[in-house]
């Protein structure tokens, strides 16, 4: 699996977008990007993933870098809801969770 | 859709203890199921992988002999801890995916066992 890097935390105004960045430049070409998020004491709830093309969903969007070495997570308007834990990780396979980036949204 | 149940949602018992702790996906036929363990402030890690059918792969460091993983079908995978010890005490968490790497895990709400 390659291996991610997340920012540790990110703060946001409740109602702004958000967008998560997540580097994983060791991915391969057949590994998908998956991102989850986990709130206090729940298991990780699934957000979105994609491969290539740029993913929407009724949660977020997937922008995924032309080299595939990066992507965004982007929330387009935050509610203090989506505060959380968010992981993004890659895999063909198995799954390995890095530290992910801790979301605090004020109102 | 999607619906991963985990039971019980928390666990105290004793010292030498055997607990057994169930994943059940409802609405989809899961052909893998993971476990991970969760320490406080920590991220997931993984323990094992299990396919229905066939016998788990344990992550390096973790004993298969104290954690027994069972997946009897597709819809069932049991995580049974064997003679659980106060270190054993930690939030466990399954996942069940359809298909390959390209499909999503979807998780169970956890287990906090607690071994005093």
């Known amino acids: 699996d390659a291996k991610t890097t997340q920012p540790n935390s990110m703060e946001s105004n409740e109602e702004e977008p958000v967008h998560l960045p997540c580097n994983h430049s060791t991915i391969s070409g057949t590994d998908y990007i998956h991102w989850y998020r986990q709130l206090p004491s729940q298991g990780p709830e699934y957000v979105i993933h994609?491969?290539?093309s740029n993913v929407n969903n009724r949660m977020a969007s997937l922008a995924i870098a032309e080299d595939r070495k990066s992507s965004t997570l982007i929330l387009h308007r935050a509610t203090l809801r989506d505060a959380a834990v968010y992981y993004c990780?890659?895999?063909?396979?198995?799954?390995?969770f890095g530290d992910g980036t801790t979301l605090t949204v004020k109102p | 859709g999607a619906v991963v149940s985990q039971h019980p949602s928390r666990v105290i018992c004793k010292s030498g203890t055997s607990v057994k702790i169930e994943c059940r996906s409802l609405d989809f036929q899961a052909t893998t199921m993971f476990w991970y363990r969760q320490f406080p402030k920590q991220s997931l890690m993984l323990m094992a992988t299990s396919n229905e059918g066939s016998k788990a792969t344990y992550e390096q460091g973790v004993e298969k002999d104290k954690f027994l993983i069972n997946h009897a079908s597709l819809t069932l995978s049991t995580l049974t801890v064997t003679s659980a010890h106060p270190e054993d005490s930690s939030f466990y968490i399954c996942?069940?995916?359809?298909?390959?790497?390209?499909?999503?895990?979807?998780f169970g709400d956890g287990t906090r066992l607690s071994i005093l």
């Open positions: 994609g491969l290539t």
């Open positions: 996942s069940a995916r359809k298909g390959g790497g390209n499909q999503p895990q979807h």
């Open positions: 990780i890659t895999n063909a396979g198995k799954s390995t």
